[in-house]
């Protein structure tokens, strides 16, 4: 009985588990993703954005060997895209994708994802400061908001 129980409780771990990965591996394939909104505590950071990049922001989440990772790009009107951050990813818990590095060491963001189309993603900021460590590295202010939230729109390859 106790093996049979083990077997179930492990079926479900790993059934989680997969849940995990092939929710970062849409992000993965369908990306890179252009930030095209973000907004918190009832403020929203469009106009912020614009003027900080104009010909966009994009962010392409990665797998390799078992290693996770994110890079965030500013498009550029000459040449190639410059990084604005990179860093590792985990995934903590069920759509929930946490950027560990990156963030000039202000601490980790750690996001609730999910995706209303197939080609949006949404990504919710969870409480600590990590949402400001994020606008932070990404807008160069640090306002604290506790409800940050961001809409990706697919970009292609």
Do not use: H, M, N, Q
């Given at each position: 009985m106790l093996l049979?129980?083990?077997?179930?409780?492990?079926?479900?771990?790993?059934?989680?588990?997969?849940?995990?990965?092939?929710?970062?591996?849409?992000?993965?394939?369908t990306g890179p993703?252009?930030?095209?909104?973000?907004?918190?505590?009832?403020?929203?950071?469009g106009d912020r954005l614009e003027r900080r990049y104009p010909r966009g922001a994009e962010i392409t989440f990665?797998?390799?060997d078992g290693s996770r990772t994110y890079e965030i790009l500013r498009q550029?009107?000459?040449?190639?895209?410059?990084?604005?951050?990179q860093g590792a990813v985990v995934l903590?818990?069920?759509n929930v994708l946490q950027m560990v590095s990156g963030?000039?060491?202000?601490?980790?963001?750690t996001w609730r994802y999910n995706f209303p189309t197939t080609s949006r993603a949404k990504f919710e900021a969870q409480?600590?400061?990590g949402a400001g460590a994020f606008?932070?590295?990404?807008?160069?202010?640090g306002n604290p908001t506790p409800d940050l939230k961001m809409t990706l729109a697919a970009t292609g390859n």
């Open positions: 049979c129980i083990g077997g179930i409780l492990l079926a479900g771990c790993d059934g989680t588990g997969s849940k995990r990965d092939s929710l970062y591996e849409r992000l993965t394939e993703w252009t930030i095209e909104r973000l907004e918190g505590s009832g403020f929203d950071f990665r797998e390799d550029r009107s000459e040449g190639s895209p410059s990084v604005v951050t903590p818990g069920d963030l000039e060491g202000r601490g980790p963001v409480s600590g400061p606008l932070g590295v990404l807008l160069s202010e």
